[in-house]
């Protein structure tokens, strides 16, 4: 099922545990800021919703997306948090650059998921175009942000 049949911000909080006493790490690239502050904004909002206190939910941001590996390591390493979430917005430009971030970070991320005993989750954009990317941030298509912290708080059930 491709995004276009899936609204990326619908939830069913009783499927959801009570956040009031997580700490959640948001890992925020500054590339595409628009976006990326529109995914942090959707994984915030959920996140109150389900109880999470605003002093108990840390931004850090970081360069670009490739950084987010390198800033999400640093988080889990505080071992403060019940999951970070890598939030990025890759958009293909001229080159094969695109190609080279989406894979490492695509890749990165999934080590540190091997790596450490708290969820890396994977919020990351890989878009072809600008269009696309506002669609998936609070757009038409909803908002991928939201689908993170959706699944932050699964995967921190699954793992108490
Ligand atoms: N083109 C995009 C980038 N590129 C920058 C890299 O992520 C990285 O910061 C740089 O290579 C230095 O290590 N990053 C994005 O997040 N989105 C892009 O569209
Ligand atoms: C993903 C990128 O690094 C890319 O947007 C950079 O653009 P370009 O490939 O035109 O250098």
């Not at 959920?46 to 670009?64: Q, S």
């Not at 175009?129 to 942000?145: A, L, M, P, T, V």
Request: contains cysteine; aromatic residues 8%.
């Amino acid at each position: 099922m491709a995004t276009a049949n899936k609204n990326l911000s619908e939830y069913n909080k009783a499927d959801l545990i009570d956040a009031t006493e997580l700490k959640i790490g948001l890992v925020v690239s500054e590339w595409n800021d628009k976006v990326t502050n529109g995914l942090f904004q959707g994984a915030y909002d959920v996140l109150i919703d389900c109880g999470a206190k605003p002093e108990n939910i840390v931004r850090w941001n970081v360069p670009g997306s490739f950084e987010l590996i390198f800033g999400s390591k640093k988080m889990h390493q505080l071992e403060e948090f019940d999951a970070v979430i890598a939030i990025g917005c890759v958009i293909q430009g001229e080159t094969k650059h695109f190609d080279f971030v989406c894979e490492g970070v695509t890749q990165g991320i999934k080590d540190l998921n091997l790596i450490y005993d708290v969820p890396t989750i994977f919020c990351v954009l890989t878009d072809n175009n600008e269009q696309q990317s506002i669609d998936r941030s609070g757009g038409i298509h909803g908002n991928k942000g939201t689908e993170a912290a959706v699944a932050a708080l699964k995967m921190i059930a699954l793992n108490k």
